[in-house]
């Protein structure tokens, strides 16, 4: 079973421009969260998607916005990029995600974003 | 918000000892605890998680140990081997699958 697929794995963005990532979610699996991680802020959730809606979202300002489709794959996108937004943005897809109760999530290899 | 606390920040151990890790939470309403392994150049790795209606888990050389009343929750691994070396993260989850994470423990196992 495949697991957690991101692309691209890296990328050199400058600043003010954007950029959108992507993320296939483990077959099956319907959940899609975003976290970004820093040496300084560690890892931080961006949001969660389950169904095409999302459920929940972090302390990220408005350029930081996402989407997921029918097939589960989800993009995100980061407009105005800024210095501190180089960042590892990792994803990870759970098999469903009923409320309270967590399900498992696995994580991506992550894309690794550099702004100059 | 929730706020999880980890410690220590690195921890170095001979092969063959043990390691624990600790992390503190703040939100009561946490229900799940995972712990994820990452390796250099890699995506965080789920190695194991306890729920709040469980006290202890054990899988093979790893276990986890949860104190709902002190709201802490530890990593134990057993007889440790070089390729256990990596940063360890714990996180705390209320629901909706958003994990709150500890700020890593750097692992190094001596051969």
């Known amino acids: 079973k495949a697991g957690v697929t991101q692309t691209p794995r890296y990328l050199i963005k400058t600043r003010g421009q954007q950029v959108t990532l992507s993320c296939s979610p483990i077959s099956g699996h319907r959940s899609v969260s975003w976290y970004q991680q820093t040496p300084g802020q560690g890892l931080q959730f961006l949001f969660e998607?389950?169904?095409?809606?999302?459920?929940n979202k972090g302390n990220f300002p408005g350029r930081f916005s996402g989407r997921q489709f029918s097939n589960s794959r989800s993009e995100m996108n980061v407009s105005t990029l800024e210095l501190g937004d180089s960042a590892l943005y990792l994803c990870a897809s759970s098999l469903e995600g009923t409320g309270e109760m967590n399900t498992e999530a696995f994580f991506g290899q992550g894309t690794r974003l550099t702004v100059v | 918000g929730e706020n999880v606390e980890q410690h220590p920040s690195t921890l170095s151990v001979q092969e063959g000892d043990s390691a624990v890790i600790k992390c503190t939470y703040s939100d009561s309403a946490s229900n799940y605890f995972p712990w994820y392994k990452q390796e250099l150049g890699k995506g965080p790795q789920l190695i194991i998680d306890?729920?709040?209606?469980?006290g202890e888990k054990k899988d093979q050389r790893i276990a986890v140990t949860l104190n709902k009343t002190a709201k802490h929750f530890s990593l134990h691994i057993t007889e440790t081997q070089p390729e256990d070396s990596a940063v360890y993260f714990c996180a705390a989850s209320a629901g909706f699958q958003k994990l709150v994470f500890g700020t890593g423990t750097r692992l190094l196992v001596s051969p």
């Open positions: 306890i729920r709040s209606n469980v």
């Open positions: 998607y389950f169904s095409e809606t999302q459920r």
